[in-house]
């Protein structure tokens, strides 16, 4: 599975199926631009490049690498191995055709559902905060910043929620997407079931909820005090055991007598509405990732799982071990309610954004797309004793405190974060020679 770098961590079924989410704005004769959201750890290049080459064999230059956007949303409970580059691949024994497949035919048909549902429209915005989804995993960190910098902020993440309403002129709304940082670290570095983590889980409760809506339910309170999106019933604590009485009890209901046909009620007239009603394009909604750095959705804090403390607050580690360290979400023990309950809030800020979302988005459509090469920028810095000098950057490397991990998945070998003067010992050096030595292909 990918996002943890846990070669133990190998799915062996499915908490609940992942989507590929898609809109498309476009000018009649302009611009147009697209944006994928997709339940993966992260979008890949060769993944875009084969997507663009399908788009291309169907519409031509229409959509390009410059126009399309594929973004994942961070969830650390999807399949692994297809990605390009070899440290992303490592952990799931290099490229995994059927991971790479299936994200690719899933991206294509959702541009293509898009593409086939263009309609006159509108698109209005909204913005708010949601303070009880995320929290810094590195608030030491973040106080090495200076305190002109941090006196910028009310907190230390962002809490911002934003949402795009999207309104079809004849059927009213169709769909919403909106941005907000927290990790998709809700299910842990242990667990094996594939799923969308609370971002996956927070677009099935909104989509769920629009259905229901439209079915009669007024409000999410509504919705989530009857336990949608539950599959199953709460109301009947095990309908196995009394299955016989139930069938009697519905066999003991009288029907009431049905109404003489009308022009009204015609069949003609019945049918022409069902028609139409299917040509109604489904409600959409996509949780996508935001800058969620050292953003954690596990908000209880952070805990030594032996003895139950909270953490050294500057390494995160117990006893000066970083493996014992974990953060704990909302539901723990449980990391399935867990992932309900980061999923829920920010489902419930969505649905508040979403039906108070007044501001129409104006104007012109654009895109920026650009290629650079962060190995040879230059930079200008300071000089303690006044003027600058101007540098240039060098190849990525990956510092010792890489290998730590966070408090939302402990590395291993006894790397702890902070650390810039570990002990350059036989195994690192030869860890440093596979890397170095592992083959490029190409798919």
């Not at 000018?27 to 490049?49: T, W, Y």
């Not at 104007?363 to 090469?373: A, C, Q, T």
Request: hydrophobic share 35%.
């Amino acid at each position: 599975m990918m996002g943890y770098a846990n070669m133990e961590q190998i799915a062996s079924g499915i908490h609940f199926r992942l989507r590929a989410r898609t809109f498309i704005v476009a000018e009649p004769q302009g611009n147009r631009v697209v944006f994928v959201n997709l339940d993966a750890c992260m979008a890949s290049q060769i993944v875009k490049i084969k997507v663009i080459e399908r788009l291309k064999a169907r519409y031509g230059d229409l959509y390009t690498e410059k126009n399309v956007a594929i973004s994942g949303i961070h969830t650390h409970a999807g399949p692994g191995g297809y990605l390009q580059y070899v440290v992303y691949i490592v952990t799931s024994l290099g490229f995994v055709r059927q991971s790479f497949d299936a994200l690719v035919d899933g991206i294509e048909k959702s541009v293509l559902q898009a593409h086939e549902n263009l309609r006159p429209g509108s698109i209005f915005v909204n913005k708010g905060e949601l303070l009880d989804a995320s929290i810094s995993r590195s608030p030491s960190a973040y106080l090495n910043n200076p305190a002109s910098e941090r006196g910028k902020y009310k907190y230390n993440v962002d809490k911002e929620m934003t949402l795009l309403k999207f309104v079809d002129d004849q059927w009213g709304p169709v769909g919403s997407f909106n941005w907000f940082a927290t990790h998709g670290t809700s299910m842990s570095r242990t667990n094996s079931l594939i799923s969308g983590d609370n971002k996956g889980a927070a677009a099935r409760f909104m989509e769920d909820w629009f259905e229901q809506s439209n079915a009669g339910h007024s409000s999410a309170d509504e919705l989530v005090s009857e336990g949608i999106p539950r599959r199953v019933s709460d109301i009947i604590s095990d309908f196995r055991n009394n299955h016989h009485e139930l069938l009697e009890l519905a066999a003991s209901f009288q029907s009431p007598p049905g109404k003489a046909a009308t022009k009204i009620l015609s069949v003609a007239r019945r049918v022409r509405g069902i028609l139409r009603e299917a040509e109604k394009p489904g409600f959409v909604s996509a949780f996508c990732q935001s800058n969620c750095g050292d953003v954690s959705p596990n908000v209880l804090g952070a805990f030594c799982i032996d003895s139950g403390l909270p953490c050294d607050f500057n390494h995160s580690t117990c006893g000066g071990k970083n493996e014992m360290c974990y953060g704990r979400g909302p539901g723990y023990p449980d990391e399935f309610e867990s992932t309900r309950i980061i999923g829920e809030r920010q489902f419930r800020k969505a649905v508040d954004l979403f039906n108070k979302a007044s501001e129409k988005l104006e104007g012109k459509i654009d895109y920026r797309h650009s290629y650079l090469d962060f190995s040879q920028l230059e930079v200008t810095i300071p000089k303690q004793n006044g003027g600058s000098e101007t540098v240039k950057t060098c190849p990525a490397a990956m510092g010792f405190a890489f290998a730590a991990g966070t408090t939302d998945g402990p590395g291993a070998f006894d790397f702890t974060q902070g650390d810039d003067k570990v002990t350059y010992n036989c195994f690192i050096h030869g860890f440093r020679i596979v890397l170095c030595c592992l083959p490029v292909f190409h798919v």
